[in-house]
């Protein structure tokens, strides 16, 4: 895989919405372009009952328990149930709102990656750190609290997203140049903790992308794909970022 586009609906979606997203969209199978949407949990079963297989299936979170008396948590065995492939862990609205620290994204990443679905970890600053110049420092926190050694080879078994917290459903989106040298050093930082030349890891970007903005930053050297809110709603926009990736992968 070359390319991963990744919708995240949030808190977003109804039965109705989804019959009428499905039917929009219409993809080929590419083994270098994987489509892959996240809706709610209890929208799972009519994602993986309705959408072609070619659309991989994902989740927004997961329990840090396998099962019993966790109240309104959902495991990465109920997951697998619905043959989810991906799921986003440490997205920066659940460390705010939910307050989820690195520790805890932690065991969800360790859990997922061990339950065999691939995590997403999301990682990014915050306008105020960026301006204080302490973006990288935060970003290299953020990966080696979680990704431990034991797992940096299993690259092929994560993916790592980076969203500057101040370019998520603001229209503002990091220019291509800004947002690639972060991917390059999210690169060096798991070269730096072990990373072994023959593992490649997917990087995707996240925060206000769009049909517009995508052509630009697929082009850049270590951005592989992203993760989309907002835009993901739309199944044509969402479409049509699909098919920006699959011009760029045949260019
Ligand atoms: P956005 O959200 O595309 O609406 O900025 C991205 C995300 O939060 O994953």
Request: proline share 3%; glycine share 6%.
């Amino acid at each position: 895989m070359n390319y991963l586009i990744a919708a995240n609906w949030k808190m977003n979606g109804s039965k109705e919405f989804i019959e009428s997203y499905l039917s929009a969209i219409n993809i080929e199978d590419n083994p270098d372009v994987k489509m892959l949407i996240c809706p709610p949990d209890c929208y799972l079963n009519d994602i993986n009952s309705n959408a072609p297989t070619i659309i991989s299936r994902g989740a927004q979170n997961l329990s840090t328990s396998s099962e019993g008396a966790y109240t309104g948590e959902v495991s990465s065995e109920m997951l697998i149930d619905h043959s989810v492939e991906y799921v986003i862990v440490g997205h920066s609205e659940r460390r705010e709102y939910h307050n989820e620290t690195n520790d805890l994204v932690a065991i969800k990443f360790k859990r997922s990656i061990e339950a065999n679905i691939k995590p997403i970890l999301c990682v990014g600053e915050s306008l105020e750190q960026r301006q204080r110049g302490e973006t990288f420092d935060h970003i290299r926190d953020q990966i080696e609290s979680v990704i431990k050694k034991d797992m940096i080879n299993k690259s092929d078994r994560y993916v790592i997203a980076y969203e500057p917290i101040w370019a998520i459903g603001t229209g503002e989106t990091a220019t291509p140049d800004m947002a690639n040298e972060v991917h390059v050093f999210i690169n060096q930082t798991l070269y730096d903790n072990g990373l072994t030349q023959d593992n490649n890891v997917i990087i995707i970007y996240g925060g206000s992308v769009n049909s517009n903005n995508a052509s630009d930053l697929f082009k850049m050297s270590h951005i592989n794909g992203a993760l989309i809110g907002g835009a993901s709603l739309d199944a044509y926009e969402f479409t049509k970022i699909y098919n920006v990736a699959e011009e760029i992968n045949n260019e």
